[in-house]
């Protein structure tokens, strides 16, 4: 039996526990600073090559640039450094003296990579300037929570530059399509993509582009944002090229993030009550191979085969592992590696020698007659391989259907914001535009997580205005 805090009344709680309990994640003597220990890591590797190898179909070269930035390039951008301040960590001395210009520790990059920009960008001839950098930053966080709010987090973070506007909105959006592919297709949590409020955007920028999710517990989590940003932005770094009519002109901008936040994402959609369901196309380890004997004779045969078949696997690109630490019984291996959220365990002992077969089981299925199945031992690469496919599917398909049922239409605030203070979940409702209605919702502890495409609601939530826009209002992380 699971001794987990329960899954459904105490979520926060099993987060905590869970995530610890696993290797996942351990606190750090750094207040807000997590370590992120091997099998955490591990995920994030995975889902780093997955994107990178995304990001450079979409024609992005990787670079790097310096982790403290000058203090007065954040300055430079009205809106960026009121959007900024209060979270910078700000570096005053070095060498054992008062810096002249304090260095910020940069929160984002878009300050310095302007400045690069201004140098690198002369002509139209070297647009469109397509640039990403894997890193780290800070953002002095107050309240925080492993892999969803931290003081320093990891991310990629991509910035364009373009001699159209619309070729900015279409670098954004292909950027918004690649992570909305990466959360369903490659991390199985389904996603709503859309544009954010005026006040919900990024600083600095014109639009806001967001992926949003639906937790286990209801709420909403903000999963990665792509921006087209403020045509003053890089005109303040001096951003300009000469086009093909001989003028002077400042090319449009774009940013985009993907963050570890994607892990806690996994987590808080897939978990279940027995511990993680890591999505298999991110398990660091997709089949635990447990080895059962009783005897030393029964112990060489067994771990002969065993070891056959995690090679054939292993020749075949699946991550499988042996678990063969002695001492320990069969039933409590089981327990730890469903606990770890291992999608497949493979089984075998004497019996299965005999018959030539193994058992596979299945982490999502918690029926015991469909948890379970015989397989030739000649069949296991390909009915393992099928068998990831379905739980990634199971998946899916499960967290679709939670978001779906908990997806409700809403008229009035007054009416779905007090339900939506005490059970979470998505309403979508209609709004007038005005921030004055946005702010209401506040009063509940939402907000609007973005507008939608689908029009159903003809008036809005707040006032007795026309609605312009639905949108989907929630609480969220
Ligand atoms: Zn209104």
Not at 59 to 82: D, M, Q, R, T
């Amino acid at each position: 039996m699971s001794t987990l805090p329960d899954i459904n009344t105490h979520f926060a709680e099993w987060y905590q526990e869970i995530i610890v309990k696993t290797g996942i994640i351990d606190s750090s003597p750094t207040r807000g600073c997590f370590v992120i220990r091997p099998y955490g890591y591990a995920m994030w590797e995975l889902i780093q090559r997955h994107v990178d190898d995304k990001i450079k179909v979409l024609g992005v070269e990787n670079a790097y640039f310096p982790l403290l930035i000058p203090k007065s390039f954040l300055s430079k951008e009205e809106k960026h450094i009121e959007g900024f301040s209060p979270e910078l960590a700000v570096v005053t001395h070095g060498g054992g003296k008062e810096l002249e210009e304090p260095l910020v520790v940069r929160p984002t990059s878009e300050t310095i990579i302007y400045y690069m920009f201004s140098r690198w960008i002369t002509s139209y001839r070297d647009l469109p300037l397509k640039i990403n950098q894997w890193a780290n930053v800070v953002r002095w966080e107050m309240r925080t929570r492993p892999f969803v709010r931290s003081l320093e987090f990891l991310w990629q973070e991509g910035h364009t530059a373009h001699r159209t506007h619309e070729e900015a909105v279409e670098m954004a959006l292909a950027a918004l399509e690649m992570y909305r592919s990466t959360y369903e297709d490659f991390l199985a949590v389904p996603v709503v993509t859309g544009m954010k409020t005026d006040s919900e955007r990024f600083a600095g920028a014109d639009r806001t582009y967001t992926v949003e999710g639906l937790m286990h517990d209801g709420k909403g989590l903000q999963m990665c944002t792509s921006h087209v940003l403020a045509h003053s932005f890089p005109a303040s770094f001096d951003v300009q090229y000469q086009d093909a009519d001989g003028a002077r002109k400042v090319p449009y901008c774009t940013s985009w993030g993907f963050t570890t936040r994607s892990v806690g994402a996994i987590i808080m959609t897939h978990g279940d009550q027995q511990g993680l369901i890591i999505p298999p196309k991110v398990a660091p380890i997709q089949v635990i191979m447990i080895p059962i004997y009783k005897t030393d004779e029964e112990r060489v045969l067994v771990m002969d085969r065993i070891k056959q078949i995690y090679s054939t696997l292993n020749g075949a690109g699946v991550r499988a592992k042996i678990d063969d630490r002695e001492g320990m019984t069969p039933g409590a291996k089981y327990f730890e590696w469903e606990e770890k959220g291992v999608p497949v365990r493979l089984e075998l002992g004497p019996k299965d020698l005999q018959n030539n077969s193994v058992v596979l089981a299945n982490r999502v299925e918690q029926e015991k007659t469909k948890k379970k199945s015989f397989v030739a031992v000649d069949q296991v690469v390909e009915q393992v391989q099928n068998l990831l496919q379905i739980i990634h599917a199971t998946l899916y398909d499960r967290a679709k259907a939670r978001m779906q049922a908990q997806w409700h239409q809403a008229d009035k605030i007054a009416d779905f914001g007090p339900i939506m203070d005490a059970k979470h979940g998505w309403y979508q409702t209609g709004w007038c535009g005005a921030a004055e209605c946005e702010a209401v919702v506040k009063q509940y502890k939402g907000t609007i997580r973005c507008l939608l495409e689908e029009k159903k609601h003809n008036s809005c939530f707040a006032c007795d205005a026309d609605s312009k826009v639905d949108v989907l209002v929630a609480k969220a992380y």
